[in-house]
């Protein structure tokens, strides 16, 4: 009896051997599966996030865009509000001029442009039709042909 129980014992040892190898094919398997199924979703985050990378360089480049637009209508905006302050001076000084010396005559035969009621008209000046005033310098920048 003891060869067939040896004999049983081997078989049940050979029969718990390939249970083990079958079961851990299965688990090898499973583990590759789930392995797999990772690096597709790791490539899925690459592809999204890098498509979100993308998006995002390209509305800071459009905001980076805007930025310059805004800087440099600043610019203009400020520039022109200088130009409209030099010739609110220069209203000021052609009025207080005209009403302080009350000498209207010495103006120019029908009278000289007010530039500052239409700033964009550019003027050319000419030197040849009018007076030159050499203490109003200002002044005879606007002084029209």
Excluded at 34 to 43: A, G, P, S
Excluded at 89 to 106: P, Q, R, T
């Amino acid at each position: 009896m003891t060869s067939k129980g040896a004999s049983y014992s081997l078989i049940m040892d050979h029969e718990k051997e390939m249970k083990r190898k079958i079961s851990n094919r299965e688990s090898a398997k499973r583990s590759r599966m789930r392995r797999d199924q990772h690096m597709k979703e790791l490539n899925y985050q690459m592809v999204y996030f890098a498509k979100k990378r993308d998006e995002m360089l390209s509305k800071m480049e459009g905001v980076a865009q805007e930025y310059a637009a805004m800087e440099m209508e600043n610019m203009v905006l400020r520039s022109q509000k200088q130009e409209l302050e030099k010739r609110l001076d220069y209203a000021k000084s052609v009025y207080g001029w005209c009403e302080g010396d009350g000498h209207v005559s010495m103006l120019p035969m029908g009278g000289f442009q007010k530039p500052w009621l239409r700033p964009w008209d550019q003027h050319q000046i000419s030197n040849s039709m009018y007076w030159k005033f050499p203490s109003l310098n200002f002044f005879n920048e606007y002084i029209i042909s």
